[in-house]
Nanobody, 123 residues
Framework: QARLVESGGGSVQAGGSLRLSCAAS????????MGWFRQAPGKERERVAV???????SYAESVKGRFTISQDNGNNTLYLQMNSLKPEDTAMYSC?????????????????WGQGTQVTVSS
């Protein structure tokens, strides 16, 4: 009924780049918002980047200028281009989809989640 599958994670040295992808398939709902979230051990999950149905985007202050969120024309594949990676970016990265009307650029109003892909940045 709902499936989000991330790919593209891996291990890189500081200053390197990675591009994450998320293929979303959700039956019975149109996807209104998609976003990337991350969680490091011992820390709470945090918003990384969000894109809404109008193409508007939001970013965590810590990644702004380094990361770029985008999606294809059919809104079924989400991407996160990550440049100038830092050790502090090390985390499990998950994509999420929001299917209900409401605010989502703040990281709220997401109903479906993928399993995540690990990103490890070494110093």
């Amino acid at each position: 009924q709902a499936r989000l599958v991330e790919s593209g994670g891996g291990s890189v040295q500081a200053g390197g780049s990675l591009r994450l992808s998320c293929a979303a398939s959700i039956i019975t709902y149109n996807i209104l918002c998609m976003g990337w979230f991350r969680q490091a051990p011992g820390k709470e999950r945090e918003r990384v980047a969000v894109i809404d149905s109008y193409g508007r985007t939001s970013y965590a202050e810590s990644v702004k200028g380094r990361f770029t969120i985008s999606q294809d024309n059919g809104n079924n594949t989400l991407y996160l281009q990550m440049n100038s990676l830092k050790p502090e970016d090390t985390a499990m990265y998950s994509c999420a989809a929001g299917v209900l009307t409401g605010v989502c650029l703040n990281g709220n109003n997401f109903q479906y989640w993928g399993q995540g892909t690990q990103v490890t940045v070494s110093s």
